[in-house]
């Protein structure tokens, strides 16, 4: 079999392909999109029986898998760190389930923020549900671990977490692949109460769980994934790396002359023991981890208090951003790497804009020349392009919180007594969490102007399909209950801007919800489109 070169994230989808997977959902992110993209292209080249789709949200994503899982076969799910909260509910209380197929869900963080509005760490959702979380540290080993992640959630019956970060993500490699498994076929899962969260169930599940957690522990000890190298005669060091930081750490060893004791952990919960047999011989341990110190407040509750605990809680390791070879060389006291400066310094800085000739910026032209009479007019914006809004020359918007957000702030801030107010959403934000918010508004009757900004595609993950074609969307906030006398459709053109502020005007005086639909694709679609013709 011929070797690959892929991304970690395409390590991913090739190896749930080897594993035996018959479908894998997810929702586009940054940085985990092209685990589905990959599988969806696998789909069309060589296996047309495979199901590769985006969902509407990631908890939907992943509760369509729990289904798949049920009925015996393997699934795949895939989102970004962010993602996961959205996911939460369901993959918090599928973890009593007894799993059938093999359940993996591969979750990329994001450490420095490069396209979110955080950092947080996925590996405390695994240990948050009492499961297994695997951390790959190249790209043969997100490959190998995928495979592995459904073995193991096919004999320990859990969903197991892979967790990715952005360079594993976005980097490419050799990847050698192994045997290739057989799909399952059909069986459903005739034991209902393996199924059902009712709570006398429930807590006959969370038992077994919880039995099981030395069972866990055994395998992490003796896992390869944790590989333990005792050098006996430094007593002084010894040195932990998850993830990535490991082969920061492998270039930097070379050039200790008394090399530490090194333990690397890949495979959680965490190898307890072999955590102590690293440290009982040192003084001092550095951990050197991307994310949240996790593994370092896990040591301060297990280590004796003389041994001195580096890290990111005492700022050895930067607690913000990503990993990389000066970080972990000034942790271990080597020099760090003579910077090489670019030709020219001191540009100015530039924020990230809107693309030009891009629908929102005639959509936020109107809408700012609307509310150009008012003094203190709030803005609850959304997760997408659009959130480019806050940026000059628009300075449109006031808030960007999370996805659907935008929807269920602007009821906040009507209730609160503050008017005008728009709350401003994209079309696939709000298919993912906005008609929540607006069914909220509608039913409480606040004085609120949606609007809704409708590109037809989910541009800033990488034009991935929406989950509704455009033209349905009034279909939709109709069936949420908005008023059609108060649902208006602009097209968003220079040529239009009076007409569009009007309309703008005219709705954010009505004493009610009215919905706001902005229509014009993306100008990469129409490119698109035009070069295809
Ligand atoms: S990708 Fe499309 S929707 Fe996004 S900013 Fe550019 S033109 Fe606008």
Redesign the pocket.
Known sequence: MSDLVLLGDEAVSQGAIDAGISIAYGYPGTPSTEIIEYLQEWKRKEDHSLVASWCSNEKTAYEAAVAVSMMGKRSLVTMKHVGLNVAADAFMNSIGFTINGGLVLAVADDPGMHSSQNEQDSRYYADFARTVCMEPRNQQEAYEMTKEAFHLSETLHLPVLLKLTTRISHSRAVVKRGPIREKKELNPSRDRHHWTNLPFLSRQNYEVLWQQRTELVTISENSDYNPLIIHPDNTDLAVITTGLAYNYYKEAEKELENKPSHLHISFYPMPEKKIRALAQRAKRVIVIEEGYPYVERFLKGILPLEIQIDGKLNDTIPHLGEINPDICRRALGLPVFEAVRPPIQDLPGRPPQ??R????TDSYKALNKALEEYDHPVVTSDIG??T?GYFPPHNAIHSCLDMGASVSMARGAAEAGAHPVVGVIGDGTFMHTGIQGLVDMLSAGNRVTLLILD?S?T??TGMQETIVDSSRIVEIVKGCGADPEHIKILKPLPKNLEENTAIIKGEIDYDGVSVIISARE???ITKKRLSKR
């Open positions: 809107l693309c000739g891009c629908p929102h392009c659009y480019l590109n595609i541009a800033m993306c100008v990469h």
